[in-house]
Nanobody, 118 residues
């Protein structure tokens, strides 16, 4: 059964960093694209990064230059390194697995909360 589990969220001060992890099981990890999404209270979910099976990634303008997506296919895990965090980055962060494009995820993780506050 295809499963994704996020970890690494927490409370961080503005300007700080966090690394989220997305551990996958039940499928051929390297064959899937992994998307990172977030949803803040009262806002729509937004896609912030999409990383292909070979590691090529794209980013939303809001996080470009601050966030870096990577993956370790041998460990079936994707990562989102976040730096220069601001209160506007406060949200629940999700990873999702998709075929080729992140536009149509087929499985979501449960989410991990990131709170940026002094």
């Amino acid at each position: 059964q295809l499963q994704l589990v996020e970890s690494g969220g927490g409370l961080v001060q503005p300007g700080g960093s966090l690394r989220l992890a997305c551990a996958a099981s039940g499928f051929t990890f390297h064959a899937y694209t992994i998307g990172w999404f977030r949803q803040a209270p009262g806002k729509e979910r937004e896609r912030i990064s999409c990383i292909s099976g070979n590691g090529g990634a794209d980013y939303a303008d809001a996080v470009k230059g601050r966030f870096n997506a990577s993956r370790d296919n041998a460990k079936n895990t994707a990562y989102l390194q976040m730096s220069g965090l601001t209160p506007e980055d406060t949200a629940t962060y999700y990873c999702a697995a998709a075929f080729a494009t992140c536009d149509y995820p087929i499985r979501w993780g449960q989410g991990t909360q990131v709170t940026v506050s002094a």
